[in-house]
């Protein structure tokens, strides 16, 4: 075998080999011991269209980020102005994307804008109206910090909605970003889409809070709410029959979930109720000691999401890093909250606007539909190229299943799912692949009825059939690539599957049947082709 050939068929070995090493997963139910720690174990995964299962768009709530960062702003700036020495009569959020700032003595503008030129770059001050020779400013936020903020509140959105339901246990879920603030989240095989929509949407932002005692409830409650104070409640009984009471708490939270570690379910012993321990990092541990340290004797609110969980009594301080939210949980309640903050807070609320829930019978029924679509038409188009072009037509058919198997292959290889139309998109290439082939055996019949031997005949078929099968195939690869980039759900499943099927088939169709003419031309001598 000449050199030439012995590499083109040791490059379409190699590329058979791995097709069916990323293959195999999908096709076998048991693999190996040692497969998953030297090989690919990824599965071809199947759309909720095809396995049933819950389909939602979210919309995350970037503004609402954007105002989180301000407040957080806010009690940067208060710790520098009391550093700096610069007296103040107001400072607070004065806008969704500013904050206002009213000075005492004109003569501290010039430091109040050197402070947020060094420590706070992403703000601009800017003049506001002064009344009793009271300088007002306007801190406000860059349009680019705003857009920063918001793009990377979708990506930890997406984070952590992954691990919440990576931890709720749903086997290949599909969650990735959709356009500037949208998340599309696929969940197949779900069985309990109340539950998950639950813990998606959970905010879980958890925050303790001391108790104001120094002022009164009621009066806060009849509007007289004293500075940096808020009113939350907390949700006692069942729904239908529930309380809410009313607490006085500091605005400002002395610490946030944002140091926590682990929440894990436990059962008190007493009551023997479900209850969740949390455990925070060294930095939290830290600060939790010197909080319940200082404030000895007073209450200490658990908020979760604006709601108090409870309101002890700090009796000593708490060492250890080590807390506990306790209520009336049931276990599945219990287990819920622990997965949400384990996962960590979202950045911003969500939004659902749009739900669909696919039945897995649904799925099934369209597994079926489809599969004997695509069989019917392969069977068609394999009799009709064995009939029509004799042995040409079986190496077409060859060059079919191995771009059926490329195809299925690269699926695997690319983590993408396959949904009703990706199945769709098969079936059109079905129809490409033989096509590419009977633009080839018909220039290879043209040039055999000038004569030429079948060397010369395959020689000038491939060559004059190439550009035209190139153009008509890169031509669709461009359009497959522009749904894929722009379009959503279905279409994309539809352009997954036809680009990869292009490639395929143009390696199939022009590569694979090439290398066969040439092997039994060149080497084993063959006088006539059976076209």
């Known amino acids: 075998m000449s050199k030439k050939l012995r590499w083109r068929g040791l490059l379409v070995l190699i590329v058979i080999a791995i097709a069916l090493i990323y293959l195999t997963p999908s096709i076998s139910k048991t693999l190996p011991p040692w497969w998953p720690n030297l090989l690919p174990k990824e599965k071809i995964h199947l759309g909720l269209d095809l396995k049933g299962g819950m389909h939602l768009v979210l919309e995350v709530q970037a503004q609402r980020a954007v105002e ?6 806010v009690e940067d700036i208060k710790y520098s102005l009391r550093n700096a020495k610069i007296r103040y009569r107001e400072l607070q959020r004065s806008g969704p994307d500013r904050i206002g700032l009213t000075l005492l003595r004109d003569e501290d503008r010039k430091a109040v804008e050197g402070m947020v030129a060094n420590s706070f770059p992403e703000l601009a001050v800017e ?12 801190l406000v936020l860059s349009q680019k910090a705003q857009q920063h903020i918001k793009r990377m509140a979708v990506d930890q959105a997406v984070e952590t909605i992954t691990n919440r339901i990576d931890q709720f246990g749903v086997a290949e879920p599909d969650i990735r970003p959709q356009g500037r603030d949208r998340i599309l989240v696929q969940l197949p095989g779900i069985k309990d889409p109340k539950r998950a929509i639950d813990i998606i949407g959970k905010t879980a932002l958890l925050e303790f809070k001391l108790v104001d005692e120094d002022n009164s409830l009621e009066e806060a409650l009849r509007g007289n709410m004293p500075p940096g104070d808020e009113v939350l409640y907390q949700i006692k009984g069942e729904s239908g029959s529930q309380k809410k009471i009313p607490f006085l708490l500091k605005k400002r939270a002395v610490l946030t979930g944002e140091y926590l570690t682990d929440a894990r ?21 830290r600060l939790f000691e010197r909080i319940t340290g200082a404030n000895i004797k007073k209450w200490l609110a658990i908020v979760l999401d604006d709601v108090v969980n409870s309101a002890p009594v700090i009796q000593d301080r708490i060492t250890g890093g080590r807390a506990q939210i306790t209520g009336r949980f049931t276990m599945e309640e219990a287990r819920d909250l622990a997965i949400v903050l384990r996962a960590g807070a979202l950045p911003a609320p969500v939004k659902i606007i749009e739900e669909r829930t696919v039945g897995p019978s649904l799925g099934r ?7 004997k679509s695509m069989i019917i038409g392969g069977l068609i188009v394999i009799l009709f190229m064995v009939v029509y072009y004799r042995f040409a037509g079986i190496l077409a058919d060859l060059a079919l299943f191995l771009n059926i198997v490329f195809i299925a292959a690269g699926l695997a290889l690319f983590g993408a799912t396959l949904t009703m139309p990706g199945i769709a998109g098969v079936i059109l290439i079905i129809g490409m692949a033989i096509d590419a082939n009977v633009l080839v055996f018909e ?40 749904l894929f980039q722009f379009g959503t759900g279905p279409v994309k499943g539809f352009a997954v599957t036809l680009s990869i099927g292009i490639v395929a088939s143009l390696f199939t169709a022009v590569f694979i049947t090439r290398l066969i003419f040439d092997y039994l031309i060149i080497e084993r001598g063959m006088k006539k082709i059976s076209i």
Do not use: C, M, W
């Open 127 to 138: 003049s506001g109206s002064f009344a009793e020779r009271e300088p007002k400013l306007e």
């Open 443 to 482: 220039r290879i019949r043209e040039e055999l009825r000038l004569g030429k031997t079948p060397r010369a005949a395959v020689d000038g078929g491939y060559s004059k059939a190439l550009v035209t099968i190139l153009d008509a195939n890169i031509t669709t690869l461009i359009a497959a690539l522009v």
């Open 265 to 285: 379910v436990q059962i008190g012993s007493q009551y023997n109720e479900p209850y969740v321990s949390l455990s925070f990092d060294s930095r939290g541990a």
């Open 365 to 371: 029924d369209s597994i079926d539909k489809g599969l």
């Open 68 to 73: 989180t960062h301000l407040e957080r702003t």
